[in-house]
């Protein structure tokens, strides 16, 4: 229950509404518990009234005449106090809840800003769905404890303390008889709503599985064609579908006890009443009214004593999530520094006998590594794959901190610098490609402050994607990804590497981004880029070497070392690895020629 305490803080933001939200219950308490008593009053009438006909014939008439007012005078206070309840269940209600709506938002943005800031290294350790979860569903249940549980609770403590003291004030035995059946039912309720609870949630994991299941089914759908599975899945489909029915049935089966279950125990403390209240008013201990009164205090009574096991059960429902949430909410990130340096990036890069282990896997990806690259120069990282790469492109715009040594940019320490700052000013084009499902405009300019068609048309230009996007029907304006059109692996890296470019950075990062397009393109792309990354900082990493780009300087990774360091005559000349990988690449390419 500790974890519900962090909602401490959401409470004390909206406090006032939280504090008038507790006196519209109190007033509507007031009100609704103090109708009985004119009930009371109006049955006890008419009996004294009845009582006195009989002795005098002639004033039959004036006595109904009389009653009939008396009647009318009671029936508009009740209906006044009726008037006044409902007017503050009203506002209690638009109080509570909405201040619970109120938490809800601001514990969703704080969560979605929260998980913005944590780093790689926790994206790697939790997956999406996970994280979806706690932003929307623990959220909602946080929600529910917020309030119906807590309006409900407080609600019935109120009314359970005014209904009380108004029936031990008539007749505490009598009162007796109404109080005891409440906590068995309250009791009941809950064992029932825990029972629904594990129900309806074995009901949600499997209809998440059905879910799963077809959006695989659809997505797979060309590999279940061609392999001629559509029995199986279907038979598979069924076969789940036909457990969420049974599921269903069973879950029904447990709801259809609940309101036969409240009404059996209202109904019999209801017997008791009638039963025992007769015989006092046979004592003359209680009215024929008081009986009315305290029929009616019951049926008060019941709605928010079964509702009590509801909300106990809500609120431990609640501290899971709560403490789910706050397990993400207290992860602190690592890498990211707000107060650091803003300055302008000039371009140098400096590695310090760096290594990096990946913490989860213990993997040592990156070996006693040190380079420096000063501003303005163009290097290139050549290696095999797992050799290191990208895990060094992750280091310079720091996606992860480094286990040993330092990474400078211009002279300072990476760590010192203000992260955000830093990487606005790096074109990072990761390995992963990821676009967003807007349009193509959208994407090449993205981070950048105007989004214009000119901007965009610039970049990819530079890019060599424009004439290829031109073809396209919808041109700049066709929509990308799930919602919009397929592009091939080479297109998609060109629009990264556009978008990259149109932040206009003096460092650029390029991973391994030309690996999905064709020779020819690439050629063509080489030619390009050779040109528009002139002036700027690039370190260009790549499985395939770039013959038709100067580079200052080529690094050969292997196994997270640096293998080899020079330009690329030097490196040929020297005979190792980047000359043997140079020679197995020509050599393909003169027999593709020699073939065409
Ligand atoms: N997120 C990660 N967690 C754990 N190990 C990783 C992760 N990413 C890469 N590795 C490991 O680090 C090594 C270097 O990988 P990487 O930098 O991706 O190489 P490259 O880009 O040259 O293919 C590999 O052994 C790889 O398995
Ligand atoms: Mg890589």
Known sequence: MKHLLTLGKYF????????????????????????????????????????????????????????????????ATYIAVALLEGFFTFMMRQTIIVVSRLIEYDMKNDMYAHYQKLDLAFYRKNNTGDLMNRITEDVSRVRMFIGPSLMYSANLVCMFMLCTVAMIRVNWQLALFVLIPMPFLSLLIYLLNNRINKGSEELQRKLSDITTNAQESYSGIRVIQAYVQEKAMLGFFEKESDEYKQLSMKLARIESFYFPLITFIVGLSMSIIVYVGGIYVGHGKVSMGNIAEFIMYLNMLTFPVSALGWAVSLTQRAAVSMERINQFMDVQPTVLNDDGIKATVMGAIEFKNVDFVYADTGIHAIRNVSFKIPAGQRWAVVGKTGSGKTTLADLCIRMYDATKGEIKIDDIDIRNWNTGQLRHQIGFVPQDIFLFSESIQENVNFGAETSTLERAAIYADHASIHEEIKQF??????????????????????????????????????????????????KQ??????????????????????????????????????AESGTHEQLVAAGGIYAELYEKQAATEMAEDASK
């Open 12 to 75: 004390a933001q909206h406090k006032w509404r939280v504090l008038s939200g507790f006196v519209f219950i109190i007033l509507a308490n007031l009100f609704k518990t103090y109708n009985p008593t004119v009930v009371r009053g109006a049955v006890d009438n008419v009996i004294a009234k009845l009582a006195g006909i009989h002795t005098t014939v002639d004033g039959k008439a004036d006595v109904l005449a009389q009653l009939g007012v008396t009647l009318l005078i009671f029936l």
């Open 473 to 522: 029907p919808q041109g700049y304006e066709t929509v990308v990804g799930e919602r919009g059109v397929t592009l091939s692996g080479g297109q998609k890296q060109r629009i990264s590497i556009a978008r990259a470019l149109a932040k206009e950075p003096n460092i650029l990062i390029l991973d391994d981004c030309l690996s999905a397009v064709d020779a020819a393109t690439e």
């Open 525 to 562: 792309i080489e030619k390009n880029l050779d040109k528009v990354l002139a002036g700027k900082t690039s370190l260009i990493i790549t499985h395939r070497i770039f013959s038709l780009m100067y580079f200052d300087n080529i690094l050969v990774l292997d196994n997270g070392a640096i």
